[in-house]
């Protein structure tokens, strides 16, 4: 099974920043709509935002609209998720997915559930002063 290579992450102060990035030399990333999600500690799996393979749509949940931003760099094939202003509620294990057949936002927004082929391995956010 493909597993998404993730960066970043880390311990930041309330209102900080972070970049994570998401990425893979398996396939070419930059043809796959690219999701993003957290697990919360105690809590089940949700659905952060996505973008879509060219760029032109993106989703945002409404507890992170306006403060995280994703983004793609086609030329390194890479994916990243900007998360600005974090709040300690924020702190998450956070996970890249793809699959070929996932559309953003209707996968996300649908009350269908989303199958992912590939998964990143998840990393770390720890908000706290």
């Known amino acids: 099974q493909v597993q998404l290579d993730q960066s970043g992450g880390g311990l930041v102060q309330p209102g900080g920043s972070l970049r994570l990035s998401c990425t893979t030399f398996?396939?070419?990333?930059?043809?796959?709509?690219v999701a993003w999600f957290r697990q919360v500690p105690g809590k089940g799996r949700d659905g952060i935002g996505c973008?879509?393979?060219?760029?032109?749509?993106?989703f945002y949940a409404e507890s992170v609209k306006g403060r995280f931003n994703i983004s793609r760099d086609k030329a390194n094939k890479t994916v990243y998720l900007m998360l600005n202003d974090l709040k300690p509620e924020d702190s998450a294990v956070y996970y890249c997915?793809?699959?070929?057949?996932?559309?953003?936002?209707?996968?996300?927004?649908?009350?269908?559930?989303?199958?992912?082929?590939?998964w990143g391995q998840g990393t770390q956010v720890t908000v706290s002063s």
């Open positions: 398996e396939f070419d990333l930059d043809y796959y709509d």
């Open positions: 973008i879509n393979r060219d760029t032109k749509s993106t």
């Open positions: 997915a793809a699959d070929f057949f996932f559309r953003c936002p209707d996968g996300m927004v649908t009350s269908r559930e989303q199958k992912f082929d590939y």
